[in-house]
């Protein structure tokens, strides 16, 4: 089975600044993911996200919704079309009229199952915070007080056990800190705490 996309274009240059509401996003959110470990993936990799497009873009409160949204909705269509993940979601924003940014950050989260690159910095973020975020949250549930104490070396050692987490990509990872320029360690330090504020479904 092949994800790949087969086109590079997304969206309507026209649409540039059209959003959904945070209440249109939830619906579809809701409506469309009913497993609550995705759930609360998405939600953790939109916070993500919101705290780097405001913390290190500086982005005021439409932009940090813009790359928030992206995270959010990014593996919208995974738990019910998985044959279709990310293709279902990308038509259903481009016939919302969605600004081609966020749709492209989307289709671009796994450039070598999507054939998309991260182009932008928001592709870029996204396709960093996915895996990363993945092994940190399970690494959370394996230890006894969750996120509290947990540092960057208890991570790395993680990263290292091929066994741990087997189903997340370490080579992805790698790729997606060096295309967007940021240390692993940064990463993890910056996603640790942010990333403990989120850890049910609302
Ligand atoms: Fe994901």
Redesign the pocket.
């Known amino acids: 089975m092949s994800l790949h996309l087969g086109r590079n274009e997304f969206g309507d240059p026209a649409n540039k600044g059209n959003v959904l509401t945070r209440d249109e996003a939830l619906q579809l959110f809701h409506s469309w993911v009913l497993n609550p470990k995705l759930q609360v ?2 939600q953790q ?1 939109g916070h993500l996200m919101k705290c780097w497009a405001a913390e290190k873009e500086n982005l005021d409160e439409t932009g940090q919704w813009k790359w928030e949204m992206a995270g959010l909705l ?2 919208a269509d ?1 738990d019910q079309w998985p044959d279709l993940h990310c293709k279902k979601i990308i038509e259903e924003l481009e016939q919302r009229n969605i600004d081609p940014e966020i749709i492209r950050a989307i289709a671009s ?2 450039h070598l199952h999507f054939g998309v690159e991260p182009v932008s910095q928001m592709d870029k973020m996204l396709y960093a915070f ?2 990363l ?2 092994l940190i949250h399970a690494y959370s549930l394996m230890r006894p007080g969750g996120y509290e104490g947990m540092d960057v070396k208890g991570v790395k050692k993680r990263l290292k056990e091929k066994s741990f987490a087997a189903n997340v990509s370490r080579d992805d990872i790698q790729d997606a800190c060096e295309r967007a320029g940021i240390a692993l360690d940064d990463l993890i330090a910056f996603i640790i705490p942010r990333q403990a504020t989120v850890i049910s479904v609302s």
């Open positions: 993936h998405m990799v990014h593996d995974w989260h796994g996915d895996e975020s993945g």
